[in-house]
């Protein structure tokens, strides 16, 4: 489960947006701000608000001892906006996390249809001040369609912390549609 509080990195590398979009650079500060919603303390509900340079994204998860499910998230940029409340909530990460292990999920929010596949496709060390951890890289894709239509990919790599899954330390995402 991620820390509460307000979380300040640096972001870089591409993103695409639209569906004829090309690449674009992205070199930027961002704030993803965190607070406790709800849930019990086996599954707790966490908020995750992200501002970045393009919109803003807020995103509730349930942290259970097996699994961490998206409950809800509202995306916002580029003059396009996509949000609700997931049914079923599709799975982010399954725990014990294992490289190769793999999960998809069907779900709507709103009027809008989806199809999330991810696999687990290795792992990373990394480096924060003087703290030296491991991380699991998640490859995700999300086919979207009706309201809103097109597909998400993201690439976080997510660290263990407490016996659930942490927050994202880093990620590469591109949208089209």
């Known amino acids: 489960m991620p820390a509460t509080g307000a979380w300040r990195y640096h972001v870089e590398g591409t993103r695409k947006v639209g569906l004829a979009g090309s690449p674009q650079p992205v070199d930027e500060d961002v704030t993803t701000e965190v607070s406790r919603t709800g849930g019990t303390d086996e599954a707790p509900e966490m908020r995750l608000y992200t501002r970045t340079g393009s919109g803003t994204e807020d995103d509730v998860r349930r942290y259970g001892a097996g699994q961490v499910e998206m409950l809800s998230t509202n995306l916002s940029g580029f003059g396009v906006s ?19 292990d793999a999960w998809a999920s069907d779900w709507t929010a709103g009027d809008t249809r989806g199809h999330t596949s991810s696999r687990v496709t290795g792992e990373r060390s990394f480096t924060l001040g003087s703290l030296t951890s491991t991380c699991s890289v998640v490859e995700s894709t999300s086919d979207l ?11 976080p790599c997510l660290r263990r912390a407490r016996g659930t899954i942490g927050s994202p330390t880093t990620s590469r995402r591109s949208r089209t549609g």
């Not at 996509?82 to 190769?100: A, D, K, M, N």
């Open 145 to 155: 369609s009706h309201t809103y239509s097109g597909n998400r990919h993201s690439t």
């Open 82 to 100: 996509f949000g609700g409340t997931f049914q079923p909530p599709p799975v982010l990460v399954r725990w014990p996390v294992r490289v190769g």
